[in-house]
Structure formats: C-alpha cells, structure tokens
C-alpha cells in the first residue's frame, strides 16, 4: 500500500517556466490538499479539493492552479515560476467518510526556482 | 489564522518531560498533532474532537481546553526518537474538514 505519492520529489526551475507537481493517492479518500513548507512558517494550504473535478482556495492560491480529473490524483500547477514559489510542497489526503480525518502526507517535492 | 505554538524550540534530556502548546483565537472543532523528522513528511500523531477527552499513546498524550482553545501535546519521559518538529493543526469546522497549523515547536532530545 503505497497511499500518498508525490512526483517529482526535486526539481529545479528558472523563473518563469511552468511546471506540474503530481499527488497519487491509493486509499480511496475523497479530499485531498496541497500544502507549501517554508521555514519557520509551518505549512500553509494552497489549494483543496473535497471531490473528484471540485477544486478551492486554500490560504496562499496565487501564481497556482490545481485540477482534480480522477479521484486519485491531484495536480498542482505552476504557469510562471517566481523565486517566491521555492518551498517544498506536501500534498495529503484524508478520509471524509472517518470521523477522525487524519491527513496522510506524500513525501514532499523540494522545489527550488532560481 | 495561524494557531500560535509554544515555545518555538525546546532542548531535552533523555527521560525528561516536555509540554507544546498550541492556541487559537477561534473556535475550534478539533485539533490535530503531527511530528515530522528533518527531511521526512509529517505524520499523524493524534486528534482532540470538540467534546472529546485527552488524548493518549504511550508516553505522548494531549488535551483541549475548549473554553479557552487551547490544546497542549504532553512528552513524558522523552525518548531520542522523540526529536523532530511537532506542529498542532486546527479545524473549525466545515464540509472540507480544512487544517490550519502552526509554525511548529522543535524538539530536540539528547542523550
């Protein structure tokens, strides 16, 4: 059982190319969120999805797009990369149907736009 | 808004105890605690429902005070194993069961 799967796991990017982080999820859970990391602030949610094709708002969406075709996967997209976006991303996904909503991360995807 | 952790770094001795504290100024609907190595993703330490009684497993338990929104994560007798980044998430409700956290607490255990 390999639940949540983040690729790629580092990727370097020059400011302005776009690129797209892939979340995996094999535990049949309908929400699913993105998180950013960045030191001393905790992590922050970008963007969350409660069901296959709805997506919304976290804390911190600008310069991000998310889109969620298939209940299992959860991509987050970066149109023009600013140096600002270097962070390291977590996705995770919880269960809607439990009561104890415990979020299950991916590894994370360290990403670093110069 | 960001629930508040406390203190924001924490130096230990095998076998001594810690407390975290973790407070928001809203009401809350549960609180989550989850430890996360250098490196590594976060992972699921326990959850406090509105309601609901403290918390435990083994030495690491937990409480919620719902008057004031406060919960605070107990480390009894401190383990190597213990060191990492503890980081409270909070929940005020809602159908996208949403986790605001904290900036974190580092713990660090030494032998």
């Known amino acids: 059982n390999a639940g949540v799967t983040q690729t790629p796991k580092f990727r370097v990017l020059k400011t302005g190319q776009s690129m797209t982080l892939l979340c995996a999820q094999d535990?049949?859970?309908?929400?699913m969120y993105w998180y950013r990391q960045d030191p001393g602030m905790g992590l922050r949610l970008i963007h969350y999805?409660?069901?296959?094709?709805?997506?919304a708002k976290g804390e911190v969406p600008d310069g991000y797009n998310v889109s969620r075709l298939k209940k299992q996967n959860f991509l987050l997209g970066l149109e023009s990369a600013a140096p600002s976006q270097t962070s390291v991303y977590f996705c995770?996904?919880?269960?809607?149907?439990?009561?104890?909503?415990?979020?299950?991360f991916g590894q994370g995807t360290r990403l670093t736009v110069v | 808004q960001q629930p508040v952790q406390s203190p924001q770094a924490v130096i230990l001795r095998e076998g001594e105890d810690a407390v975290i504290n973790c407070s928001s100024s809203?009401?809350?609907?549960?609180v989550h605690w989850y430890r996360q190595k250098h490196g590594e993703a976060p992972v699921f330490l326990m959850i406090?429902?509105?309601?609901?009684e403290q918390k435990g497993h083994e030495k690491i338990s937990a409480s919620f005070n719902e008057k004031k929104q406060q919960s605070s994560l107990y480390l009894t007798a401190s383990q190597l194993s213990y060191s990492g980044t503890y980081f409270c998430?909070?929940?005020?409700?809602?159908?996208?069961?949403?986790?605001?956290f904290g900036s974190g607490t580092q713990l660090t255990v030494l032998p």
């Open positions: 995770a996904s919880t269960d809607a149907l439990s009561g104890s909503t415990e979020a299950f």
């Open positions: 535990m049949n859970h309908e929400y």
């Open positions: 999805s409660v069901g296959e094709g709805t997506t």
């Open positions: 809203k009401a809350l609907y549960s």
């Open positions: 406090l429902l509105k309601g609901g």
């Open positions: 998430g909070t929940e005020i409700g809602g159908s996208a069961r949403q986790l605001t």
